[in-house]
């Protein structure tokens, strides 16, 4: 029987000190040292076999949390794991307590081509996998054909299209074994709801930057062109996993999606939920008011839908459990989940040919306040997101009779 564990850890801008990333944002080294620990101490909570990394500019500055997690937890094995001399170092609770070091686990890193100078860098994915990968990661940002988008007007004429040519962030694809299985694996940082305002050429600044001369129809237009991106990218994410379900792998897509499951740019990744019974809908081709699908058809239809579908870790879990809210992200008075982990059908429950099981799904976020409440403590350095998990068992299919 093989266990393993899947990981989506947004770090927030984890590069070295003494660095500007961001305008006039940077680490002091003391700054970079307790963020490098806090980091540290999560990675090893986490002990994921399978982690995805976002926001990293640097993956020197990764390596060195990796390093500092495994030293953590080589001398906490040290200190409460027993020898093989004991007699009762074969007890359970020992294989969840031990903390497995990242010794001879690949790690993969993007660096995102929108990357800057200092101060206005652009900040990449990983992925750590103490598995190792079977064949070389993919990164997915500029696209070999811009993503045109057609729009009709309601009148009937054109338009216009809007054109995507570059990810905002890269979208990293590994193959990854587990088991005797191999597992797609896609790593994803969509465009935040952070509004893209209209600068013109030779201005310093987008006028709507001025909270002075607050203009709020040109700062709703930003969260327009955001939001645009973000469900752009979430289509090419969604085009990828496609073309691997239709090869009959198996994938998971990790990462923050930067909106909540129910969001549209979210259901362009998972796809359609499937209608109960399709012989209740007029045909797409109906010749008169009764022209249904068939039965057989709605069987099809399902098939079709349902094999190309992903399904939520976190949904997965609460369907199981007593367990009613899950969060990844406090801002503004809004405690939601914005980083996500999906699978295949291969491993929903309800499926007979199913390769795996998830056994139990949990979220570190005891350190997410909401600051927006005056008396909230925050601290700037450590993550904004939940670090959320996924188990794993893989399983037999079940033979039918």
Known sequence: MTEFTVSSFNVKNLIGPEQEYYKFESYTPEEYSWKQSWLANQVLQLNADIIGFQE??????????????????????????????????????????????????????????NDGAPGQRR????????????????????????????????????????KLRRLSRPILRVRIPVGDQVVTVFNCHLKSKLGELDRPDGAPYPPAADLTRYDPAARAMGSLRAGLRRMAEAWVLR????????????????????????????????????FKNYAWI??????????????????????????????SAEKLFVRKSLQDMVYTSAFGGVFESIDQILMSRHFHPDNDKRIGEMTYFNVLNDHLTDGSHPDAPYNKLASDHGQIMAHFTLVKPVTQP
Do not use: C, W
């Open 282 to 311: 007029r045909r797409h081709d109906a010749q008169h008011k009764g022209d249904r699908y068939s039965a057989a058809e709605d069987a099809v239809i399902q098939e079709q839908i349902d094999r190309v579908r992903l399904h």
């Open 56 to 113: 990293i500019f640097d993956d020197v500055a990764l390596q060195a949390v990796i390093d500092e997690a495994d030293e953590l937890g080589v001398a906490a094995n040290k200190l409460s794991i027993p020898d093989e001399t004991k007699r009762y170092a074969r007890k359970a609770i020992f294989r969840k307590l031990a903390y497995d070091p990242y010794t001879h686990a690949q790690l993969a890193f993007a660096p995102n081509l």
């Open 123 to 162: 900040p990449g994915v990983a992925v750590l996998s103490r598995f190792g990968f079977t064949e070389k990661p993919e990164v997915i940002q500029e696209l070999p054909e811009p993503l045109e988008i057609p729009f009709q007007d309601l009148g009937g004429s054109d338009g216009g299209t809007y």
């Open 239 to 274: 085009r990828a996993i496609i073309k691997d379900l239709e090869a009959g792998n198996a994938v998971m897509v990790l990462g923050d999606f930067n909106d909540s499951e129910h969001a549209v740019s979210s259901e362009i990744i998972s796809g359609e939920i499937p």
